[in-house]
């Protein structure tokens, strides 16, 4: 069993910035073993895929609307992942969480289906 905690949220105004983190407790599993991904959802609409990190740092991927102002990730040592924003834009605000995929940590899942464990998400709220 993993177990995701976010924080860092909180009420910023457009071009500011934040940091999140993911921690994990993982039941003797092995953190490094997991590909993450960092998610949003606004109000009203779907969970988003946001970034992802492979087990080893080595690849990251992000949604188009975040790239640039945007950087995922991880301390395999501290079993924690980050998700530093920067710029941000009142179309950011929603509710952020990191996951987890079992399987190879070797790729990136996109859709939510993907990943075996949440964490109960932080709000992130921009405004103008």
């Known amino acids: 069993q993993v177990q995701l905690v976010e924080s860092g949220g909180g009420l910023v105004q457009s071009g500011d910035s934040l940091r999140l983190s993911c921690a994990a407790s993982?039941?003797?599993?092995?953190?490094?073993?997991?590909?993450l991904g960092w998610f949003r959802q606004a109000p009203g609409k779907e969970r988003e895929f946001v970034a992802g990190i492979t087990w080893n740092s080595g690849n990251t991927n992000y949604v188009n609307s975040v790239k640039g102002r945007f950087t995922v990730s991880r301390d395999n040592a501290k079993n924690t992942a980050y998700l530093q924003m920067n710029s941000l834009k009142p179309e950011d605000t929603a509710v952020y969480y990191c996951a987890a995929a079992s399987g190879s940590g070797w790729y990136i899942r996109v859709r939510p289906n993907e990943y075996n464990y949440w964490g109960q998400g932080t709000q992130v709220t921009v405004s103008s």
């Open positions: 993982t039941s003797g599993r092995t953190f490094s073993n997991y590909a």
